[in-house]
């Protein structure tokens, strides 16, 4: 007699657990669907490449310039890092937006 009550209590757990999980289901199912929109116009997408890699460019031939005209004595490391990073990043943007452009999406 224990072993059916058992039975019955494992059935009756069973059926209420497939029942939340149906309910479940009909939830997510009925949930809007949303489209994931860009944070940036997908039309900006030349003119941005163009500007940001002829930033980047700029900064690359003051930090090439500037290692070539500068002695050992009058070079400053600071600057040196700081114009580089300055052009990678701008290059590194104008990239991605170069690549978002031509439909390599990344």
């Not at 059916?4 to 209590?9: A, L």
């Not at 900006?44 to 690359?60: H, K, N, R, T, Y």
């Amino acid at each position: 007699l224990r072993d059916e009550r058992f039975c019955d209590d494992v059935a009756q757990e069973n059926s209420e657990a497939v029942q939340v999980r149906e309910r479940q289901t009909l939830k997510m199912e009925a949930l809007p669907y949303v489209d994931h929109v860009s944070p940036i116009n997908p039309s900006l997408f030349p003119q941005l490449s163009v500007f940001l890699l002829a930033i980047g460019l700029f900064f690359m031939a003051w930090f090439f310039v500037y290692e070539v005209t500068s002695t050992s004595k009058t070079r400053d490391l600071s600057k040196e890092l700081l114009v580089s990073f300055v052009a990678s990043v701008f290059l590194g943007f104008g990239t991605l937006f170069l690549l978002l452009w031509v439909g390599i999406y990344v």
